[in-house]
């Protein structure tokens, strides 16, 4: 071989390394921003879970009538209160929430969705409840009960006596409905040191003897989480195989201890389709159209769109709906009248860093 074929061969080795290694490198940055995307979504979404279930706990615990009725130990009443409580809030918001009454012994005075485990006590499952007994203080935090939830506790007090427990429990039905919107999977995991006291997920699968603990978790996503090496995941962040990748955070319970981990499980396929519109990646994500509208019936309630700033509403334009692109596009004109040249073209760098963009700003 002549030196100069010599030269081109090394030439065209160092191109084809260089292009695989630039190759691997973007699709590793893009992965890990599709990562950082939807643990910030599913944290924003485990906040707003939160949320909902502390203001109805509040609400329904300073109830008058459900106050008497535990007070003078009327159960069944309770139950009914519970229970037309639990309905309207289905009706209005959509939330599918569940409501107990523990009374100040731990044992279970009153359920909304059914009665039957009335007189149960819970102490030996619940050392949260006896915090909240002594400090007198609501409690609001993923719990690993007889399964895993999130509860709402607020303690009842009348005329100074402790007399009952009001919680709010919170599975993972909404969280697993959010996220299947997207084609996103999720399966949420229990530490396998909680099993004794989990015993309502004892027939629950397992994955390297983690339990599964929310029941519309996919089969065939748990096989698949089957197939990778959890330690991994958790050092990680996130892992992939031939055809998915997997996204991994932490459930912490009040004393910041890890009790378990959401899994998200994203398809090699879905998140391609995600490449597509890279740049809009995070306005994508955060408001996603299926949330704008999610309660919204009519087009002059589109209230999430005035609370977003100019900047925002820019990043959104390209990547909205052409029915909402109009209304986007007509206060953009409204808001940036005020705006100086100088701030335009300054909101315009902050919008598009990477775009050079030519003509006269009117």
């Keep these: 071989m002549k030196l100069y074929q010599k030269y081109l061969a090394f030439i065209l080795i160092v191109l084809v390394i260089l292009t695989a290694y630039f190759y691997i490198k973007n699709e590793q940055e893009f992965e890990e921003r599709v990562h950082s995307v939807l643990i910030n979504l599913l944290s924003k979404q485990v906040a707003n879970e939160k949320e909902k279930a502390f203001n109805f706990a509040l609400a329904l615990s300073q ?21 037309n409580y639990m309905k309207t809030i289905e009706t209005f918001s959509g939330s599918q929430l569940r409501i107990q009454v523990v009374s100040k012994d731990y044992t279970i005075f009153a359920r909304s969705w059914d009665n039957t485990d009335a007189g149960v006590n819970v102490k030996a499952n619940r050392p949260d409840l006896q915090e909240v007994k002594r400090t007198l203080t609501p409690h609001l935090s993923f719990v690993a009960a007889r399964r895993l939830v999130l509860i709402a506790s607020i303690p009842i007090v009348i005329d100074g006596e402790f007399i009952a ?41 397992r994955v390297a003897n983690i339990i599964v603990a929310n029941r519309g978790a996919n089969v065939n996503h748990i096989k698949l989480l089957r197939s990778i090496n959890l330690q991994t995941l958790r050092n990680h962040g996130f892992v992939k195989n031939d055809h998915h990748i997997f996204f991994y955070k932490s459930i912490l319970n009040a004393d910041d201890e890890n009790i378990g981990s959401f899994v998200l499980i994203l398809s090699e396929e879905r998140l391609k389709l995600f490449s597509g519109f890279e740049t809009e990646l995070d306005t994508f994500f955060t408001y996603a159209r299926k949330d704008i509208y999610n309660s919204v019936k009519t087009k002059k309630k589109l209230s999430p769109y005035n609370k977003l700033t100019n900047k925002e509403l820019l990043s959104l334009k390209n990547c909205a709906y052409n029915e909402d692109r109009k209304y986007i596009e007509e206060k953009l004109s409204r808001e940036l009248q005020s705006y100086t040249k100088d701030e335009l073209i300054s909101l315009l760098l902050e919008t598009n860093p990477n775009n050079i963009s030519r003509g006269k700003i009117k």
């Design 63 to 83: 109830n008058e009538t459900l106050q008497k009725a535990i007070k003078y130990n009327n159960a069944k009443k309770s139950y009914l209160i519970l229970k």
């Design 165 to 205: 427990f009001l919680e709010v429990i919170q599975r993972f039905g909404e969280l697993e409905n959010y996220f299947a919107h997207y084609d996103v999977g999720l399966v949420v995991l229990l530490d396998n040191k909680y099993e004794k006291q989990a015993v309502l997920l004892d027939k629950s699968p």
